[in-house]
């Protein structure tokens, strides 16, 4: 057999449409998909030739946008040394040096790092932090966790059994996953402070009755992603970080996708002034460029699982600490530091705030939420992807609606003009979805 010939675009797509699986797809009826060549700036080059900007900056990773020439070199000059080495026994400067990084830019208190593979890894891994510490304080019989409806952790067992028990990707396995407890979905970030006592009075009472059984609280801060692009008040979080040092339960903040700046902060939680015992960073810690995740835990969590009866942290994947991607999140922290990220992300915001609100009335839309430089079009009805996927690349933009939603969240460096044109993409696609 001839290897396929990578400038024969037909021939691709349809060995992709046989055998190649595509994220939530099926084999037997794929959902259609395009060829992209290359990526420089915020833009994607498909095959034909078409610019589209990208929307989505590849689900909240390539903030900096694609070809980034620190990154470019960060990954160069690290290949040159070494790709991979194992991390059990051994370390080296990338991993060391992110580690100090991440603990100095994330908020006091977080001391350790868990350089894990991929966000729903660190989910894992986190998860375990809170169960072993449980453990190493005496108290095996805490095992569960509290969270609330509407979350989005990951695609793996662990993770999944903390996804929203209904509208999840995972409803599915609901069967065979251990139970959590789950509290209702936090009110809206409009609410009113009625609203949010009625909600803490809820969360406050389950977590009363599961205490003796629960080892920790897990949720993603101020923004709940996949589960559906929900925003809630910063008080609420504070709300459970209060529930959590009333019942010594371990809280784990999500950010896999909130981190590193896109809600507006550095990390989403700051905005609520909370500090979580363990954190979780994944999606933008390489711009992009390859796949690394970050378990953050305070001295507390580190000293009490250790304690448990294995004394250890048992996790350790074989491409943990991997030497290209500490390299290039290395170079990423630096470039977003020194490009200003704030100022970047407050000028998408405020082009997404102005840009999306004209869509408040348009017909079919039930809410227009913005947070930092995220954007989202909420539908009274369930997305028509192909349809509205089409009509905003023939706006010169590229989305992934999902389920009622048509949503983006561009790199942090696209411009105001391009801004503007993403808008336009969701426009078209709101107005055919
Ligand atoms: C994407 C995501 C994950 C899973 O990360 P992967 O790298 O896809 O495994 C976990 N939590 C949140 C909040 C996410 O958005």
Excluded at 276 to 282: A, E, F, K, S, T
Excluded at 312 to 325: D, E, K, Q, R, Y
Aim: with cysteine; aromatic share 6%.
């Amino acid at each position: 057999m001839s290897p396929l010939d990578p400038t024969d675009v037909p021939a691709l797509l349809a060995y992709d449409r046989a055998h190649v699986w595509h994220p939530y797809t099926s084999m037997t009826d794929p959902s259609p998909v395009r060829v992209v060549e290359s990526a420089a700036g915020v833009r994607l080059r498909l095959a034909g030739g078409q610019e589209v900007v990208d929307g989505m900056a590849s689900w909240w990773s390539a903030v900096h946008g694609y070809a980034v020439p620190e990154l470019d070199a960060a990954l160069a000059d690290q290949a040159g040394r070494m790709s991979h080495v194992m991390f059990g026994g051994l370390t080296h400067a990338p991993a060391v040096r992110l580690a100090e990084r991440l603990v100095s830019i994330s908020p006091d208190g977080l001391e350790h790092v868990f350089l894990a593979d991929s966000g729903s890894v660190s989910v894992e891994v986190a998860l375990k932090m809170a169960l072993q510490a449980q453990r190493g304080r005496g108290r095996p019989g805490r095992s569960r966790m509290l969270t609330v409806r509407g979350g989005y952790h990951g695609d793996t067992a662990g993770c999944m059994a903390v996804c929203d028990p209904e509208g999840g990707m995972h409803s599915m396995f609901a069967g065979v996953l251990p139970q959590q407890v789950f509290a209702d979905r936090p009110p809206a970030a409009t609410a009113t402070d009625a609203e949010v006592e009625s909600w803490a009075a809820g969360v406050r009472r389950l977590a009363e009755e599961h205490a003796h059984e629960l080892a920790g609280i897990v949720v993603e801060p101020l923004l709940q992603g996949a589960g559906g692009m929900w925003t809630y008040p910063p008080a609420c979080l504070r709300v459970l970080r209060e529930v959590a040092d009333e019942h010594d339960l371990v809280l784990v903040l999500d950010e896999v996708a909130t981190g590193l700046g896109r809600t507006g902060t550095m990390f989403a939680c700051e905005a609520a002034g909370v500090v979580p015992d363990v954190l979780c960073l994944g999606k933008a810690l390489t711009g992009g460029y390859l796949t690394l995740a970050a378990v953050l835990c305070t001295s507390r969590v580190a000293h009490d699982l250790s304690a448990s009866e294995s004394g250890v942290l048992m996790h350790g994947p074989t491409f943990m600490g991997n030497p290209l991607a500490c390299a290039v999140a290395l170079a990423s922290l630096e470039l977003l530091e020194t490009r200003g990220w704030a100022a970047d992300v407050a000028r998408v915001s405020d082009g997404l705030a102005a840009g999306l609100a004209p869509l408040r009335d348009a017909a079919g839309v039930v809410d227009v939420r913005v947070l930092g430089a995220v954007g989202a079009v909420q539908l009274d009805h369930a997305v028509d992807v192909p349809r509205a996927t089409q009509a905003a690349l023939d706006a010169g933009v590229w989305l992934r609606p999902f389920r009622d939603l048509v949503y983006v969240m561009p790199p942090y460096v696209t411009s105001q003009a391009d801004v503007a044109l993403v808008c336009g993409g969701v426009a078209e696609a709101v107005t055919v979805a």
